[in-house]
């Protein structure tokens, strides 16, 4: 029997017919940023040549013929989807892979529920890569079901799939030259970075190290160290933080050399909206970033720098994963091929037991929300808009009967993390500013990275009501008032996921995001900045069930202001 190979060669020198012959679109060249009139021939999924050549053809007059989307650095569990329904969102809007970094499930599920991630992506027509997980926990202020070890991170590099070492997180520790984080990055020599606000030398050493991209930058100055630092910056733009504004300055004037796109978390209502690293693309445009390069930074440069050396590109040897486009203004595809062929129906997941049920929380009275409080200021976490970033305010709450209170006439809303993988029983308090809550409570069982908990509200009742929907559901969303839950988003797989099907979590989605907005609550994506209280690496005030996380200084530092 003829060899693949073998066939493709003889369609590439027209010896036999293509498969599938795209005829009549404007083809991007990547490499010198050309629209090419030619046809493209189609092998056994694989790309054979660009000419002219015979076969069946897909009309593409026209229409711009582009390289299938990649996406730098997403993970799929902030989507709330599993991997199947993630696919059927994403692949119509032009992303044809993703690298994904596993470990929010790592957190819950330590290295059995990665392989199992992995094993559920592996027949689907998304093509989904992964790294492994190099920050579970982030930091020494978060708590697991249970760390990964160094050894775990080997095991999982030797499976299919996996290209190198996920973003490394605790990032004081690589500048420090903390032995054991060292170790993590000398398991690879592909290894990304997260290193929010890092300039200067700590940049340099951080680079020094091994740590080769960032998606973190989100001002233009900290975006041009990188890149002065032959780090590959990737520009995020989530539901919470959006970086594309600010970055896109880097792409014009530079050109689109070791840039890419990502989209790190977004809300999977955000997606079936606005979409996803199409929606980055049309942004970029509109920002003046030349079509070209923009389209180079969607697909071949995460290609590149991933290793991917079959994807990202309209060249023959290239795997068939491509895009028609109607203009270069909405980038919407009018026609996805995946290796030369239009998706078909995707089988759904199969769901073990075993990944649900992982909410551990005791019953909970509003008596653990009460705060003692001698008098003087407290530390506030502050939110940024669009930004993930917090700033760390000062203030005075109010007070009754040696309590510190919430006051939403002043937006000072209490803000609790509760361990819930061991049933430890573990609780950390605070005060937040910038949720505008006037009554009630949100909650999350899917916060960053950790995952415990988190529950942010005005009155004590409400706060304990939620947790303990949170419990009864098996971990999600929720918003209440008082002891009536106003909407909520079930997650029953490891208490960040759902087993529903796409609709039915984009109208979940969407009527937690309402039902917070009756509370008033009117920031953008509120469930991703409350996510991210809890993540001990992100500048510059965060909460854990340990408590108050000072993440400048690295260190947890009391609720009272001194």
């Known amino acids: ?16 017919p293509a498969d599938v012959v795209v005829r009549g679109g404007h083809v991007l060249s990547v490499f010198t940023r050309e629209w090419l009139d030619v046809d493209v021939a189609i092998a056994d999924g694989w790309i054979a040549g660009l000419g002219e050549y015979d076969g069946e053809v897909v009309d593409a007059t026209g229409r711009y013929v582009v390289p299938g989307f990649i996406d730098a650095h997403v993970h799929i569990e902030s989507s709330k989807l599993l991997p199947d329904e993630f696919a059927r969102l994403v692949l119509p809007l032009g992303t044809t892979a993703v690298v994904a970094d596993p470990h929010e499930i790592a957190n819950v599920l330590g290295t059995d529920g990665v392989h199992w991630l992995l094993d559920a992506s592996a027949d689907s027509p998304l093509d989904v890569y992964f790294t492994a997980s190099s920050s579970v926990p982030a930091s020494e202020f978060e708590s697991p079901r249970r760390a990964l070890s160094e050894g775990d991170l080997e095991a999982l590099l030797r499976r299919r799939r996996v290209l190198g070492v996920a973003e490394m997180m605790n990032f004081p520790g690589v500048i420090a030259g903390d032995a054991a984080e060292l170790a993590k990055i000398a398991l690879a020599e592909h290894v990304d970075g997260h290193a929010p606000g890092v300039r200067g030398r700590e940049l340099q050493a951080y680079a020094a190290a091994g740590v080769r991209s960032d998606h973190e930058a989100s001002t233009v100055e900290e975006g ?12 995020r733009e989530a539901s919470a933080a959006r970086n594309l504004k600010a970055l896109a300055p880097l792409a014009i004037e530079y050109g689109s050399e070791r840039i890419a796109l990502c989209t790190d978390d977004r809300e999977p209502e955000h997606i079936a909206a606005d979409g996803h690293i199409n929606a980055i693309v049309r942004d970029a445009v509109a920002l003046g970033v030349p079509a070209e390069s923009a389209l180079v930074m969607a697909s071949h440069n995460p290609a590149l720098y991933h290793g991917l050396s079959s994807l990202g590109a309209v060249a023959p040897g290239r795997q068939a994963d491509l895009l028609l486009l109607p203009d270069l203004e909405t980038f919407v595809p009018e026609l996805v091929l995946k290796r030369g062929r239009p998706v078909e129906e995707i089988p759904p997941a199969t769901v073990p037991d075993w990944v649900k049920h992982t909410v551990r929380i005791g019953a909970l009275g509003p008596e653990v929300f009460r705060i003692p409080w001698p008098g003087g200021r407290a530390r506030v976490i502050g939110l940024v808009p669009g930004q993930i970033i917090t700033e760390a305010l000062v203030d005075e709450p109010a007070q009754r009967g040696g309590e510190a209170l919430a006051d939403a006439e002043r937006d000072l809303a209490k803000v609790a993390v509760i361990e819930r993988h061991l049933g430890t029983g573990r609780v950390g308090l605070g005060f937040v500013r910038g949720f505008g809550l006037r ?15 988190v529950i942010v509200g005005v009155d004590d009742a409400s706060m304990a009501y939620a947790v303990r929907r949170l419990a009864n559901i098996g971990g999600g ?32 989605s969407e009527a937690v995001v309402a039902a917070a907005l009756e509370l008033g609550c009117a920031i953008d994506a509120p469930f991703q900045s409350l996510a991210f209280l809890a993540l001990s690496v992100i500048p510059a005030l965060k909460i854990t069930d340990r408590g108050l996380v000072d993440v400048e200084r690295f260190e947890l530092v009391p609720l009272r202001a001194e």
Do not use: C, F, Y
Request: charged residues 20%; without cysteine; proline residues 4%.
């Open 477 to 508: 969303i929720v918003v209440v008032d008082g002891a009536k839950v106003l909407a909520e988003l079930p997650l029953p797989v490891a208490g960040i996921l759902s087993d529903a099907p796409l609709a039915e979590v984009v109208s979940a």
């Open 439 to 453: 009554r009630g409570a949100l909650g999350s069982t899917l916060s960053h990275d950790a995952h415990n908990a």
């Open 224 to 235: 041009r160290e990188r890149l002065r630092a032959g780090m590959w910056l990737l520009i």
């Open 1 to 16: 029997m003829q060899s693949q190979l073998a066939r493709r060669l003889a369609v590439a020198r027209g010896d036999e």
